[in-house]
C-alpha cells in the first residue's frame, strides 16, 4: 500500500474501542501475474498443469503473507490496526510524522513489534517508484 503527500489512513468511529480500519493480508493466494495473453496458445492449458507454472505457484505460496506500507512525509494516521507487518513495513518516508499518530495498534501476524516494525522509506516519484 502507498499512501502519497497529502493521504490519510484512519478510522471516524465515535468509540474507537469498537471501531478502527484494519489494514491486514487478505489471504487471496490467487496468482496474477502469471497468465497467458488473451487468444494466445497458452490460454486454453490449464495453468495447474503446466509444470513451469506450478513451479511458480509453489514458490508464491510458499511465501510469507506480509505487508509493507508506505507514507510519504505529511501522511495522518488514526485509529488504524496494522496486521501481517513484516519487519520494517511501515516505511515513513518523515519518520517524525509518526508522533502524529493517534490510536495506532498493530495485531496478529506482525512478525516484530515496536521500534522493528519501521523503516526508513526512499522518496517515490509521483508513479510510486523509486
Request: proline content about 5%; some cysteine; hydrophobic content about 40%.
Amino acid at each position: 500500500m502507498v499512501l502519497q503527500a497529502g493521504s490519510a489512513l484512519g478510522s471516524f468511529s465515535t468509540d474507537l474501542d469498537e471501531a478502527r480500519l484494519v489494514v491486514m493480508d487478505s489471504g487471496d493466494r490467487e496468482v496474477w501475474y502469471h497468465r497467458p495473453r488473451p487468444g494466445s496458445k497458452g490460454e486454453a492449458k490449464a495453468l495447474d498443469r503446466d509444470p513451469a507454472c506450478a513451479a511458480i505457484h509453489k514458490w508464491f505460496d510458499a511465501l510469507p503473507r506480509l505487508i509493507d506500507v508506505y507514507f510519504a512525509a505529511g501522511v495522518a494516521v488514526s485509529g488504524v490496526e496494522f496486521r501481517d507487518l513484516r519487519k520494517g513495513g511501515l516505511m515513513l518516508e518523515d519518520p517524525a510524522d509518526r508522533a502524529r499518530w493517534k490510536n495506532v495498534f498493530f495485531g496478529q501476524g506482525c512478525v516484530a513489534g515496536g521500534e522493528a516494525l519501521f523503516s526508513q522509506a526512499p522518496k517515490l516519484n509521483r508513479n510510486g517508484h523509486y
